[in-house]
């Protein structure tokens, strides 16, 4: 088996996000203006904006998107992602996947070294993983995908060999910094206070709703970078306030813009977009009522106009979507639109609410981040929707943390919406409903779903696989676990004195490649 598989899913990657960005305007990776052609200059400082305060400096416990875009610049894992959708060699120079997809060895790389100025040993490796399984002292694997991890093995100075309990050829994406950052020996007490990695930068400090700074780290073994000196990741907690600091200097590059505040920023800015890894929904909480009803869920689906929410919301740079799979997988992405349309069907919807005992419809509430304006304006959108129904939608606002602990964590909630994202593993998205998944913060419980998930994961055929995805989102889609909405497009705003933005088909600010222009 070897890269082989590997590298078939990432060739469907690469070439599907130029597909992609044919669906989304044809708008992937452009610029109001290229500096890429202009000298590189090293030192300097930047601010970059964000939108939620982080959850944990702990790579291992980190869960929210907006951190692991963060901790992409500290932490490293064996291997990772590039800009092309290619998964690279990082701190392991080499891998090897045995044929049964049951045993993973890597190769250490030389001289690769910590922040601390320690070089990275097999036993700083295996002390990562074995905690990130939960094997150090028999607890929950503090990653879910990690469960399946066996046994940590050093099989030679440089080598370390991990076995999982069942075939698994996608296990190899849980190998980069999001999942399984490379710590070293002993430090786990030390993460959440003093973060140590290998990354192009290292920990300076951090302030609880302010930000995060880090510096150059100048031991880092990839040579040539990083060009900057300092980078500083300013909590934003409004897109009015973003506007202003963008406006008033005193932000540099901002990831997060409305198509409205792209069109104001243009002429001080260059704007880039691209597709993103985010699939947004109307999560909607399988447990409460009255979501709790298949109908009435299905009844949402037929009543939201998703070719309006994204012209509106997002200038037409989405991509509709009903099911949780990025359209960039081609080989396991499966075009479900037609099953509720993508244009409300009021009389389908009304319908549907009356066979569920709600024929004048019902009260709901929207609980939205009030931090993510993008998500703010769907709501508003979606909200006047299924007003036409007869369904009366209040939205709540709630700061992020709240958010988080309330939706995500607490699953107290009656709808909601935001994105989910992906990593550059198929069944990633769609893990998230498995029944027994900590990430199943919609409730849906499946046997059917369960059952097709853990024959997915097995497969090592590809078209096998492909198979039970198909499976999969016609479940999920066909029982209307959410009602999904759209991939969302990335709008960056980007300082015109710097270069070297990438954009990655994972939701990260890789701060390694950017640079002052002469």
Known sequence: ????????????????????????????????????????????????????????????????????????????????????????????????????GLVYTFTLRDGVKFHNGETVTAKDVKYSLDRVAGLLDGSAA???????VK??????????????????T???????????????????????????????FKFVSYTP?????VEKNSDYWQSGVPYLDKVTFKIVNSAETALLDLQGGSIDIYPYLTDTQATQLAGQFNVSHSASDVVQALFLNNDVEPFNNEKVRQAVCFALDNDATNGFVSGGNGTVISTAMLPTLRDYYIDLNSVYGTKADIEKAKSL??????????????????????????????????????????????EWNTWLSECYNGRNYQSTIS?????????????????????????????????????????????????????????????????????TPITVAINKKLSGYKFYPVYVQDMSSIYFTN
């Open 1 to 100: 088996m070897k890269k082989r598989f590997i590298s078939v899913i990432l060739t469907s990657l690469v070439c599907a996000m130029t597909i992609l960005s044919g669906c989304s305007g044809g708008t992937d990776n452009t610029s109001s203006q290229d500096n890429t052609s202009k000298e590189p200059t090293y030192g300097g400082s930047v601010v970059v904006g964000i939108q939620q305060d982080i959850d944990s400096l702990d790579p291992h416990k980190a869960t929210a998107a907006g951190t692991k875009e963060i901790l992409f610049n500290i932490f490293e894992g064996l291997v990772k992602p590039d800009e092309n959708g290619n998964l690279t060699n990082a701190i392991a120079s080499d891998y090897n996947i045995s044929e049964d």
């Open 419 to 487: 994105g989910i994202t992906c990593d550059m593993t198929p069944g990633y998205l769609l893990n998230r409903f498995v029944s027994s998944s900590p990430k199943n913060f919609i409730n849906f419980n499946d046997e059917q779903y369960d059952e097709e998930y853990k024959k997915a994961q097995e497969a090592t055929d590809l078209k096998e696989k492909a198979g039970h995805y198909s499976n999969l989102q016609h479940i999920i889609t066909e029982k209307a676990g959410s009602a999904f909405i759209q991939v």
């Open 151 to 168: 046994s940590v093995d050093i099989i030679e100075d440089n080598k370390v060999q991990v076995t999982i309990g069942s075939p698994n």
């Open 353 to 398: 609410l009356a066979e569920a005992g709600y024929p004048n419809g019902f009260d709901m509430t929207i609980t939205v981040p009030a931090n993510y304006q993008f998500h703010v304006e769907t709501a508003q959108v979606v909200a006047e929707q299924l007003k036409a129904v007869g369904i009366n939608a209040a939205i709540n606002t709630v």
């Open 170 to 200: 996608e296990f190899i994406y849980s190998f980069t910094a999001a999942t399984a950052a490379i710590i070293p020996y002993g430090s786990a007490d030390k993460e959440n206070s003093d973060p140590i990695g290998t990354g192009p």
């Open 142 to 148: 503090l990653v879910s995908t990690f469960k399946t």
């Open 209 to 213: 709703q302010e930000g995060i700074v």
